[in-house]
């Protein structure tokens, strides 16, 4: 539920505090707003690779932030579970799992124990599309306000549109009040659902017409530099390697498929091509809605996911990852090229920042001499199991796990008249004698704060909802994952490797240049936004403006 509207009055009163506050985090004084703040997401981007990779960037990409915009080199989510939904919930509403209710991709309700999917909402289904029962379709799940939303409620004129490969990449920061369109992988087109309106409009309609992801049909993926380039990088064909595409380039997408079709569709998202339609896709959304065109900011979200998908096959020290980087920069340039052609150098803000890091696969770090591994979650719950059925008698104690806490079975407590804190209590000692394992928290103890001050409390608390969260929370050692497979890497962890992502601005009328080294928050980036756009920021935003560079 959104919380409660602030008045106009009040939001009015609030937007001229922050016009005459005059602090140092505020953007530089304009007679104008950005007439379109375009915010990039690029899906599981580490910071690391923005600043490893940056001599080899082209002259206008990622480099128009780092020349000629703002960007922080420590910025960080404070959160413990950095997955794609809870990441992509806190940009634009300036608030953690906590406060917005998203705490996983997907979670466990602990009293049914069913599953619960970010956003899934069944009355709600694609248009055209088939809609499947954790498919996302709204924003329904989310219990906070987005920058967007606020801009709505207080210009209704404004438009909020939010794009991407994955539903929650769309979804969350197109908040309550926006419009999101998601990829379909059954047809390769960007599908909205009834949430939002009953059909598409024409300038969607038109750009499918062209049927723009068969293009890709037979297309080559290609290294865009020589092999020396690629030094610095993993080589291809790693054992713990994905098989898409063979693990290697290049790549030919829909080889051996006589037409296009629903396999090909979704292997475009695991190429450069995926960033490429959805950066076309956003070109027919500027167009088609005339966004950045009159005196009402518009704001346009657009989520790359590729980069997610290739860190998960690969991992970010991979050739792969390395080049798809090189690639996605390239293709930004030639979209600034567009933004400042169609809406004007001087009347847009660019924004980009990623909705998680990513780990190196644990075989990287098992040759460096770390301590690293895989943890089969279906495997630790049945040793859960086990052990509790020990002392308390036989049974399924543990549910399962959900957004990383052990969810224990209510009904079977009850049933036996076990006592409840006795086993959470031992269900803690069992899971710190995991090697894996480096912490657990009980619920009573994270809705208490008794445990204040802990290594990773905090960033436990920030993640967990009384409502929606399980009983025991877990952290892994650093370089620890939960897989059930012997490829492929994650994400997931409070670590720093998953915590630390880019923070870029770009807007030279509004935000000066340079590089700022003091620590930030990814929730700071709404506040920040809300302070260019002259409106307060969303109701429950915890960050507070970034400090931008001083003239």
């Known amino acids: 539920?959104?919380?409660?509207?602030?008045?106009?009055?009040?939001?009015?009163?609030?937007?001229?505090?922050?016009?005459?506050?005059?602090?140092?985090?505020?953007?530089?004084?304009?007679?104008?707003?950005?007439?379109?703040?375009?915010?990039?997401?690029?899906?599981?981007?580490?910071?690391?690779?923005?600043?490893?990779?940056?001599?080899?960037?082209?002259?206008?990409?990622?480099?128009?932030?780092?020349?000629?915009?703002?960007?922080?080199?420590?910025?960080?989510?404070?959160?413990?579970?950095?997955?794609?939904?809870?990441?992509?919930?806190?940009?634009?509403?300036?608030?953690?799992?906590?406060r917005t209710g998203i705490i996983a991709n997907e979670w466990r309700d602990p009293a049914s124990g069913e599953l619960v999917y970010n956003t899934g909402d069944p009355d709600a289904v694609y248009i055209g599309h088939r809609t499947q029962r954790l498919d996302g379709t709204s924003p329904k799940r989310l219990r906070a306000e987005t920058v967007g939303d606020v801009l709505r409620r207080l210009e209704p004129r404004s438009k909020v549109i939010a794009m991407s490969g994955k539903d929650r990449g769309a979804i969350l920061p197109g908040g309550h009040l926006g419009t999101a369109y998601m990829y379909q992988t059954q047809t390769g087109q960007f599908a909205s659902t009834t949430y939002y309106m009953k059909a598409h409009p024409q300038w969607v309609v038109d750009f499918h017409a062209r049927k723009p992801a068969d293009a890709y049909f037979r297309k080559e993926w290609r290294p865009l530099l020589e092999e020396s380039a690629y030094a610095r990088s993993l080589p291809d064909g790693q054992p713990w390697y994905a098989k898409l595409g063979g693990g290697k380039l290049p790549q030919t997408l829909g080889e051996g498929s006589e037409a296009p079709g629903p396999a090909f569709y979704s292997a475009v998202l695991r190429t450069p091509y995926g960033d490429e339609l959805?950066?076309?896709?956003?070109?027919?959304?500027?167009?088609?809605?005339?966004?950045?065109?009159?005196?009402?900011?518009?704001?346009?979200?657009?989520?790359?996911?590729?980069?997610?998908?290739?860190?998960?096959?690969?991992?970010?020290?991979?050739?792969?990852?390395?080049?798809?980087?090189?690639?996605?920069?390239?293709?930004?340039?030639?979209?600034?090229?567009?933004?400042?052609?169609?809406?004007?150098?001087?009347?847009?803000?660019?924004?980009?920042?990623?909705?998680?890091?990513?780990?190196?696969?644990?075989?990287?770090?098992?040759?460096?001499?770390?301590d690293a591994g895989r943890l089969n979650g279906g495997q630790l719950v049945a040793r859960l199991n086990a052990g509790l059925s020990e002392r308390f008698g036989k049974g399924q104690w543990a549910l399962g796990m959900s957004a990383q806490a052990v969810v224990l079975n209510r009904a079977l407590i009850a049933e036996r008249k076990v006592d409840?804190?006795?086993?959470?209590?031992?269900?803690?000692?069992?899971?710190?004698?995991?090697?894996?394992?480096?912490?657990?928290?009980?619920?009573?103890?994270?809705?208490?704060?008794?445990?204040?001050?802990?290594?990773?409390?905090?960033?436990?608390?920030?993640?967990?909802?009384?409502?929606?969260?399980?009983?025991?929370?877990?952290?892994?050692?650093?370089?620890?994952?939960?897989?059930?497979?012997?490829?492929?890497?994650?994400?997931?962890?409070?670590?720093?490797?998953?915590?630390?992502?880019?923070?870029?601005?770009?807007?030279?009328?509004?935000?000066?240049?340079?590089?700022?080294?003091?620590?930030?928050?990814?929730?700071?980036?709404?506040?920040?936004?809300?302070?260019?756009?002259?409106?307060?920021?969303p109701s429950s935003a915890e960050g507070r403006p970034l400090p931008l560079p001083a003239p």
């Not at 959104?2 to 953007?27: D, F, H, K, V, Y």
């Not at 932030?65 to 703002?70: K, P």
């Not at 950066?279 to 900011?297: C, K, T």
């Not at 086993?423 to 710190?432: M, S, V």
């Open 1 to 98: 539920m959104i919380p409660t509207p602030r008045s106009t009055l009040a939001a009015l009163s609030a937007a001229l505090l922050l016009a005459l506050s005059g602090c140092a985090s505020a953007p530089a004084p304009t007679a104008e707003k950005p007439r379109l703040i375009v915010f990039f997401v690029v899906d599981g981007l580490p910071q690391r690779q923005v600043v490893d990779y940056r001599d080899q960037l082209a002259a206008d990409g990622f480099r128009r932030f780092l020349d000629r915009g703002a960007w922080f080199s420590d910025a960080h989510y404070a959160h413990a579970v950095t997955q794609t939904a809870p990441g992509h919930a806190t940009m634009l509403t300036g608030a953690y799992p906590h």
């Open 420 to 537: 409840a804190a006795a086993l959470q209590a031992e269900t803690r000692r069992l899971l710190l004698e995991e090697k894996s394992v480096t912490a657990a928290y009980l619920r009573d103890e994270i809705e208490s704060n008794s445990r204040a001050g802990a290594p990773y409390f905090e960033s436990i608390r920030r993640t967990w909802d009384p409502e929606r969260s399980g009983d025991i929370a877990v952290v892994l050692k650093p370089y620890w994952m939960y897989s059930s497979s012997t490829s492929m890497t994650t994400h997931g962890s409070p670590h720093a490797y998953d915590t630390q992502v880019p923070i870029l601005l770009y807007g030279p009328r509004w935000i000066r240049a340079g590089r700022v080294d003091q620590r930030v928050e990814v929730v700071d980036i709404a506040p920040t936004l809300a302070n260019l756009l002259r409106v307060p920021a």
């Open 278 to 370: 959805t950066l076309d896709f956003a070109r027919a959304a500027i167009a088609g809605e005339q966004l950045g065109q009159d005196d009402a900011p518009d704001i346009l979200s657009i989520s790359l996911s590729t980069h997610d998908y290739i860190n998960h096959g690969f991992g970010p020290e991979s050739r792969l990852s390395h080049d798809h980087f090189l690639q996605l920069d390239r293709r930004l340039e030639r979209f600034f090229r567009d933004l400042d052609a169609t809406v004007g150098k001087d009347r847009y803000v660019a924004v980009l920042t990623a909705d998680h890091g990513f780990m190196q696969a644990p075989e990287v770090s098992l040759k460096q001499g770390r």
